[in-house]
């Protein structure tokens, strides 16, 4: 069952006469771009904008893609991410859908019904702006990039002068103007962290684009830090606490929207989860604030990377639908869209966010890697009724290698072509799955061709053979589809996986039990070679168990705490089979479930467990049941 969505609504803008900036960019008409470097010189000349800060304020926001003309995740077109304040997206990621984001069977589950805020735009009209500025029709802004970067190019010019300062010049000169187009001081330093650094690219439509590096550059100003957040020096994160309240006098299992903990010290925190909102971000504040509803860590917002911080690391929000997770994890939500509301997510997001997972894994020594740092469609469900119900976000658009990047661990190969393992790592720009379901009205329509990182996996190595079956997602049958929201017959980039067998241009990885094949030709590999640890059944054993949380065995638990049952999922990991390990963990269980937090306790037990790479979520088996082995 799919979590209810909301499409972006758009609402008809008049928009007035010609203003002094139409006039003036009338009389000085810049020539047709040939290139998108040419488009990015011209705009600069005729708005008095240094192109280097150009250029950088583009990359901030887009990477210089113009993503087909179609919005990114705030509704923002273009290279220069102008920004439709008309269109109103509405939603919320964590109610409506079969998920228990508590995700813990000794608790009564919550299905949330928080009343959206209607009428909240996604951002600013910074596009209708650029309209009035430049004398150019909001079509041409939304799906020309050449008349998008001169309209972002009429804004900076704009600010600049609204500031009272000069057009042209020194680009250190134009920090203010930045800060104001971005929305952020953080915005504004990583434009001028793009000028130190320089960069370059080949765009998604096939356009090289370069900005050479001006070292030395630097501003004055920086992202004012909050003391009470968490997050590295200079990302300029804000205070927005999620609220702690008993709901009901009279029964103190009643409340929200969060338990108080005393992580690490009281257990390890051993996972990031990402999220998207499928809101925007005045939605999803207000939301976090309720406390009827649920709490997550972080909050980012797409326009400008800005975080909000809602939970201390040591307290435990309810958002991944898996208690055991949620109880050893951080969870930061990410403002956007799976695909129906927004199609990209800005370059400023990623790296606020990679920013912040960098600052979080080396604080608590969270290992970096797609075991640990896992999306909301990795997490696995906690009994086999609840995998079905389980979230898909942030699905395939989610640019996981670009994101690894960012975080400084790129994703590459550590064996040979034929070795035992694999890696998932297509090209994100040349892997373009024919997906369904981007489209709410028309869910069985194709979505715009688009770039992402997943492969599908199919019953046999040819394009033709059926996709593979999941059983938990798609009951009693297992039969998979091709909608964007059905992870059930993919793997993700950044996810290890025991190869199966090759044929040809061909690699089958062990999958929920069965092969999966993907296309993997050598000259455009989908994979690469990868060397570590697998687990196989133990000797006489015709399958083992796995399970979506790693609770302790009964002994283990105090009187006073009832005994959580330990679940086998409905999935065969049968003899014969391999999957990749990620962590030895040992069973543990987090008892919150007062709200008078001296009734809280840890329950450790002896039993140990790995963590593996089972399907397109992690789940976890039993130390005893396997056998462990190294592949090189």
């Given at each position: 069952m799919r979590v209810r969505r909301r499409t972006l609504v758009a609402a008809t803008v008049a928009l007035a006469g010609l203003g002094t900036g139409q006039a003036y960019a009338a009389q000085r008409p810049s020539p047709v771009p040939l290139t998108r470097q040419q488009a990015f010189a011209g705009a600069a000349t005729t708005y008095h904008v240094p192109e280097k800060v150009l250029l950088a304020v583009s990359y901030l926001e887009s990477r210089w893609d113009a993503n087909q003309g179609r919005p990114s995740v705030s509704a923002g077109y273009g290279p220069m991410h102008l920004t439709d304040g008309t269109l109103t997206p509405s939603g919320e990621h964590l109610s409506g859908g079969a998920e228990d984001p508590r995700g813990d069977t000794s608790r009564t589950a919550l299905h949330p019904a928080a009343v959206t805020a209607q009428g909240q735009a996604a951002g600013g009209q910074t596009l209708q702006q650029a309209a009035t500025l430049t004398g150019t029709g909001a079509g041409a802004l939304r799906a020309d990039p050449a008349a998008n970067i001169?309209?972002?190019?009429a804004l900076l010019a704009r600010y600049q002068r609204d500031l009272g300062r000069p057009l042209g010049g020194d680009p250190a000169a134009?920090?203010?103007?930045?800060?104001r187009y971005g929305g952020s001081a953080w915005f504004a330093g990583q434009v001028f962290d793009v000028l130190r650094t320089g960069a370059s690219r080949t765009t998604d439509d096939g356009q090289s684009v370069t900005l050479a590096a001006t070292p030395g550059l630097r501003p004055a100003g920086a992202g004012a830090d909050d003391p009470r957040t968490e997050c590295p020096p200079g990302l300029g994160c804000e205070w927005i606490p999620a609220p702690y309240e008993q709901l009901d006098p009279s029964d103190p299992t009643n409340y929200g929207n969060h338990d108080l903990g005393d992580r690490p010290k009281s257990q390890k925190i051993r996972f990031i989860v990402i999220h998207d909102t499928e809101g925007s971000y005045p939605v999803t504040l207000n939301l976090v604030q309720d406390p009827t509803y649920l709490a997550w860590n972080y909050t980012v917002r797409s326009a400008d990377g800005h975080i909000a911080q809602h939970l201390k690391a040591?307290?435990?929000?309810?958002?991944?639908?898996?208690?055991?997770?949620?109880?050893?994890?951080?969870?930061?939500?990410?403002?956007g869209f799976l695909a129906q509301g927004g199609a990209w997510y800005t370059e400023a997001m990623y790296r606020s966010s990679a920013e912040l997972v960098r600052y979080l894994t080396k604080k608590y020594d969270i290992p970096v890697d797609r075991a640990h740092i896992l999306g909301h469609d990795n997490v696995p469900g906690i009994t086999p009724a609840n995998v079905q119900g389980m979230h898909e976000d942030p699905g395939p658009y989610w640019d996981w290698a670009h994101y690894f990047t960012l975080l400084r661990r790129?994703?590459?190969?550590?064996a040979g072509p034929r070795s035992g393992m694999v890696t998932i790592l297509p090209d994100y720009d040349k892997n373009v799955v024919p997906y369904t379901g981007c489209d709410a009205a028309n869910p069985s329509a194709p979505c715009p061709a688009h770039g992402g990182g997943s492969v599908m996996l199919r019953t046999a190595p040819s394009a033709d053979a059926p996709l593979v079956k999941d059983i938990g997602k798609h009951p009693p049958n297992g039969d998979a589809t091709m909608s964007v929201y059905d992870h059930s017959a993919r793997a993700a980039t950044g996810q290890t996986f025991a190869v199966a067998d090759r044929q040809g241009d061909w690699t089958a990885i062990w999958y929920l039990g069965q092969k999966a094949w993907f296309l993997n030709p050598r000259k455009q590999p989908a994979a690469v070679g990868a060397h570590g640890l697998v687990v196989t059944p133990k000797p006489g054993a015709a399958s083992v168990p796995i399970y979506g949380r790693a609770y302790p065995e009964p002994e283990a638990y105090p009187a006073n705490v009832p005994v959580q049952t330990l679940t086998p999922m409905q999935y065969t990991f049968a003899a014969g089979q391999s999957y990749a390990v990620a962590d030895e963990l040992s069973g543990e269980y987090d008892y919150s479930n007062t709200f008078d937090v001296?009734?809280?306790?840890?329950?450790?037990g002896k039993l140990k467990y790995y963590e593996i790479q089972f399907g397109h979520?992690?789940?976890?088996?039993?130390?005893?049941?396997?056998?462990?082995?190294?592949?090189?």
């Open positions: 001169r309209g972002g190019a134009w920090y203010q103007a930045a800060v040591k307290d435990v929000g309810w958002h991944a639908g898996n208690w055991y997770i949620n109880a050893k994890s951080i969870g930061i939500e990410h403002e790129p994703l590459h190969a550590t001296s009734t809280h306790t840890v329950v450790r979520r992690v789940y976890f088996v039993k130390t005893g049941d396997v056998v462990l082995k190294r592949v090189l």
